[in-house]
């Protein structure tokens, strides 16, 4: 059974920093782009950084671009989001997603995600 498990959210102030790590299970992790997207309450799940199956180019939503880092370790199937200089319009549940395009179809993994607030 596919399984993508976050972990590393909670509460931190503003300023701080938090990281995310995504491990995943039951599937081919280094063909797949990983991404991080979040969902604040009341708004749409938004697309936060992104990585490549190889961990080349990573792409980064404007209002988080020089604050947070995306990576990945193929050999531990895990992908991390590193969040410094948070601020409380970064509270959200944050999904991490696996995605592989074929010729055929899009095969596409949600994890079950993870909850960051940042407030004083």
């Known amino acids: 059974q596919v399984q993508l498990v976050e972990s590393g959210g909670g509460l931190v102030q503003p300023g701080g920093s938090l990281r995310l790590s995504c491990v995943g299970s039951a599937f081919g992790f280094s063909a797949y782009a990983m991404s991080w997207y979040r969902q604040a309450p009341g708004k749409e799940r938004e697309l936060v950084a992104a990585?490549?199956?190889?961990?080349?180019?990573?792409n980064y939503a404007d209002s988080i671009k020089g604050r947070f880092t995306i990576s990945r370790d193929n050999a531990k199937n895990t992908v991390y989001l590193q969040m410094n200089s948070l601020k409380p319009e970064d509270t959200a549940v944050y999904y991490c997603?696996?995605?592989?395009?074929?010729?055929?179809?899009?095969?596409?993994?949600w994890g079950q995600g993870t909850q960051v607030t940042v407030s004083s």
């Open positions: 990585i490549t199956s190889t961990g080349d180019n990573p």
């Open positions: 997603n696996a995605r592989r395009n074929t010729a055929w179809r899009t095969l596409d993994y």
